[in-house]
């Protein structure tokens, strides 16, 4: 690429190319040049642009978090619509799922990272935690309306399917089961309650 041309949104150039290195490679294989590498920029333009790889990738997991916590964070909106179990799956169907399996993967490989997301989104933000509050605080909404059974634990049900979304979102093949797997889990968690 010649010097001195503006590249549009190169931050998110960058990030998605991060993101496909961890998705291809795995997250111990991410390196600045790797990440400029699959970008198709200069390998020095990371640097112009963020103080090191650590830097870089805390800007990315606070990116990502907040992507992945605001597809979340418009479930307690559908509390007394709708059936429980489909808002649910819906919520949790929205969340992007390569970005989630990617920052998944490597916060679980970097986990300092996450006291860089805490610094700039506030407590209990990163990634999966952000899905489990949205959920939790969802519940407890649904279950003041009755539409949930007071037995129900919302912060167990929230782990449960945070747990079932994790490893779904892991697996290959869990984008094809993850929306009836949850309406399931939350059928099933909500008529045991009863």
């Not at 590498?37 to 990116?63: I, K, Q, R």
């Not at 970005?99 to 986990?111: E, I, M, N, Q, S």
Request: net charge negative; hydrophobic share 50%.
């Amino acid at each position: 690429m010649p010097r001195g041309i503006a590249i549009p949104q190169l931050r998110q150039q960058l990030f998605a190319a991060a993101e496909q290195v961890v998705l291809r490679d795995g997250p111990a294989r991410l390196s600045g040049r790797a990440v400029t590498g699959e970008a198709g920029v200069a390998a020095g333009l990371l640097y112009a642009h963020f103080t090191d790889l650590d830097d870089f990738l805390t800007a990315y997991a606070v990116d990502r978090t907040f992507t992945v916590s605001a597809a979340a964070a418009a479930l307690t909106e559908r509390a007394g619509k709708g059936d429980v179990a489909e808002n649910l799956a819906e919520a949790l169907l929205a969340i992007p799922r390569q970005t989630l399996a990617a920052l998944a993967k490597l916060l679980v490989l970097r986990p300092e990272l996450i006291q860089g997301v805490h610094k700039v989104l506030g407590d209990r933000t990163a990634g999966l935690e952000a899905i489990e509050r949205a959920v939790v605080e969802y519940l407890k909404a649904e279950r003041e309306l009755r539409r949930v059974p007071e037995t129900v634990d919302p912060a167990a049900l929230a782990l449960a399917l945070v747990g079932v979304l994790h490893h779904l979102v892991l697996t290959e093949d869990g984008e094809d089961r993850l929306g009836g797997t949850v309406k399931s889990l939350v059928r099933s968690a909500t008529a045991a309650a009863k």
